[in-house]
T-cell receptor, first 107, second 116 residues
Framework: LAKTTQPISMDSYEGQEVNITCSHN???????ITWYQQFPSQGPRFIIQ???TKVTNEVASLFIPADRKSSTLSLPRVSLSDTAVYYC????????FGAGTRLTVKP | GAVVSQHPSWVICKSGTSVKIECRSL??????MFWYRQFPKQSLMLMAT?????????EQGVEKDKFLINHASLTLSTLTVTSAHPEDSSFYIC????????????FGEGSRLTVL
């Protein structure tokens, strides 16, 4: 069984900030948290990775509380092209995906 | 970022034939590769984990004699679907981690298999 839980779907509008939270209650001390984006009929694409606190890159931010039992992917000012499925993945050896979150961005 | 390439991107075959899908890491050495299959509107399902030079570790419920995985070099892993049947039609995706990886995976483009 996957070690993560995410909302199945989310809707947003262009220009809004979107926050997707992932629960990972059994995260191990050495586990990193990685988020991927997948478009239909394509392999997933790396978005961001973090271990604790906050990480920011050119496309997203990742917020991780001190207990590391959850994480939140923040997408600033989404556009229609951000419509995709987003997966959080936890760990170093166990690469099983959860159900992911299907984000739909509307005009 | 690192590049992983899959080939073919799509294949159609007759029932009973075998199909081989290649997964190559183009600019790094992949000590570990993962194979997934994905049905429409569903998440990726891990099929097996392979380490270079050793036998693959298959997930529960995945037939190792049907889905043959070979990871003979640090840049190439292959998945062979033997005696394919229509129910094997799916989107197959490989991913690889480099020798310094912290859990970040690099994914191939995927291979869509259709068995008639």
């Amino acid at each position: 069984l996957a070690k993560t839980t995410q909302p199945i779907s989310m809707d947003s509008y262009e220009g809004q900030e979107v926050n997707i939270t992932c629960s990972h209650n059994n995260i191990a001390t050495n586990d990193y948290i990685t988020w991927y984006q997948q478009f239909p009929s394509q392999g997933p694409r790396f978005i961001i990775q973090g271990y604790k606190t906050k990480v920011t890159n050119e496309v997203a931010s990742l917020f991780i509380p001190a207990d590391r039992k959850s994480s939140t992917l923040s997408l600033p000012r989404v556009s229609l092209s951000d419509t995709a499925v987003y997966y959080c993945l936890v760990g170093g050896d166990d690469m099983r995906f959860g159900a992911g979150t299907r984000l739909t961005v509307k005009p | 970022g690192a590049v992983v390439s899959q080939h073919p991107s799509w294949v159609i075959c007759k029932s009973g034939t075998s199909v081989k899908i290649e997964c190559r890491s183009l600019d790094f050495q992949a000590t570990t590769m993962f194979w997934y299959r994905q049905f429409p509107k569903q998440s990726l399902m891990l099929m097996a984990t392979s380490n270079e030079g050793s036998k693959a570790t298959y997930e529960q419920g995945v037939e190792k004699d049907k889905f043959l995985i070979n990871h003979a070099s640090l840049t190439l892993s292959t998945l062979t679907v033997t005696s394919a049947h229509p129910e094997d039609s799916s989107f197959y995706i490989c991913s690889a981690g480099d020798t310094m990886w912290t859990g970040e995976l690099f994914f191939g483009e995927g291979s869509r298999l259709t068995v008639l």
